[in-house]
Nanobody, 124 residues
């Protein structure tokens, strides 16, 4: 499985962005997928995750109510809709996938496949 993240950019606080994770490989259709982010000087942290069917989602507390994760199995993509962006959302965002649902969505080491990252910059 190869992942390609896109959609990052520079926006002002309060704006919206949609990130997309496009995958090659049929295994992605049944994979658990998560978005992580890493800000300068900080550890990588999970932002949102979705199971293979889309029936189970997870959101980290800082983004609950603002971000929405979804998947389009026909197009082999997972999107992260980000609304009401804040300066503290500034980070490089990565999509990650694994054939198995991890025991903890926050466990980056449990995801086998990673995209290259896309930068989101939110100015105040």
């Amino acid at each position: 499985v190869q992942l390609q993240a896109s959609g990052g950019g520079a926006v002002q606080a309060g704006a919206s962005l949609t990130l997309s994770c496009a995958a090659s490989g049929r295994a992605f259709r049944t994979a658990a997928v998560a978005w992580f982010r890493q800000a300068p000087g900080r550890e990588r942290e999970v932002v949102a995750a979705i199971n293979w069917s889309g029936g189970v989602t997870y959101y980290a507390d800082p983004v609950k109510g603002r971000f929405t994760i979804s998947r389009d199995s026909a197009r082999n993509t997972v999107a992260l809709q980000m609304n009401s962006l804040k300066p503290e959302d500034t980070a490089v965002y990565y999509c990650a996938a694994d054939e198995s649902r991890p025991l903890r969505w926050s466990a980056a080491e449990m995801f086998k496949y990673w995209g290259q990252g896309t930068l989101v910059t939110v100015s105040s």
